[in-house]
């Protein structure tokens, strides 16, 4: 777990940096800035197209009795994609735009339920359910 915040919070903005600095080297600091703001609109665009999307088919899953859990999944995508373009960089972009597009999320999907399911049969992850209401 340390691991894993330690590359989120310190080695993942490093290497976003060194990739910034190297491309503004390349191309120029102005082309380098235009294209973290247009990755960043058009990012918005999508996430906002994807997420209404997903909020539809929530929305008509739940008319229809029926509980959207994958849809749901879909949504929590969608949200660390938006947040991910949020974030200036081209590997945060890049995994953001992944997470938009429906057949990058499908794959990522299938992954992480692979990962979860692996991890409950193992018993290193476990959920619990409640059922009917509580009365007060």
Request: aromatic share 10%; no cysteine.
């Amino acid at each position: 777990m340390f691991l894993t915040l330690l590359a989120l919070f310190v080695i993942v903005p490093f290497v976003e940096l060194y990739i910034l600095i190297e491309l503004g080297k390349s191309i120029g600091a102005l082309p380098t800035l235009g294209i973290v703001v247009i990755t960043g609109i058009a990012g918005a665009a999508l996430a906002k197209h994807q997420g209404l999307g997903v909020w539809q088919r929530i929305q008509a899953e739940l008319s229809h009795g029926h509980m959207p859990g994958d849809v749901l999944f879909d949504g929590v995508l969608i949200l660390i994609g938006s947040v991910l373009l949020l974030t200036p960089g081209i590997l945060t972009d890049i995994t953001g735009f992944i997470l938009l597009i429906p057949p990058g999320r499908f794959m990522v999907k299938k992954y992480v339920k692979a990962w979860v399911d692996k991890k409950l049969q193992s018993g290193q992850m476990t959920y619990y359910t409640h059922t009917g209401f509580d009365e007060y």
